[in-house]
């Protein structure tokens, strides 16, 4: 009975659809970097960046909402403090389209998305190509080497004891 309780609230999601903003105190923001402890540094509609705090109803078990780099979402601006905002809401894909089909979004938040957005594709610089011919010769050459310095350092060693008779004359 406990285990049905759980997974029947795992399958009831409060998804917001449509998100109508109050253009007073929100705009858009696009995530710039993760900084931890729930704080995200963000560049606003108006090309200001900021430090974006994300709120406690978003950060819930059962209503969390992961934010990544390049993401979309609501902020909302503070009164007493300019360079901080608090994190309302994130635009999944098709919001996101949206606002970028009726021109809401500024053209910095724009082509910031589609940097971002596109900087996954070019990994082309993460392909290491190992080389794996070997050469004979330089293999044997190093084992006679190494065979010539490992007779040199047997040879150094002596048996004879001579230094601990010394030691007793002393």
Known sequence: ???????????STN????????????????????????????????????????RGNMRKFNKRVLIEEGDIVVVSK???????VDIVHKCNL???????NNKELSDILINQYYKNSHKSD???DTHI?????????????SKDNNDKYMGNISDSYDTDNTDDDNIDDI
């Open 1 to 11: 009975m406990y285990q049905t309780t759980i997974r029947n609230k795992k399958k």
């Open 15 to 54: 998804i917001v659809k449509n998100y109508v903003i109050n253009s007073e105190c929100e705009e858009y923001a696009l995530s710039k970097k993760l900084l931890g402890n729930c704080r995200v540094s963000l560049i606003t509609n108006s090309g200001d960046e900021v430090i974006g705090i994300i």
């Open 78 to 84: 503070r009164d007493f403090q300019s360079n901080k």
């Open 94 to 100: 098709e919001q996101t389209q949206q606002l970028i």
């Open 122 to 124: 070019k990994c082309d």
């Open 129 to 141: 190509i190992f080389d794996d011919k070997v050469d004979d010769k330089v293999d044997d050459n």
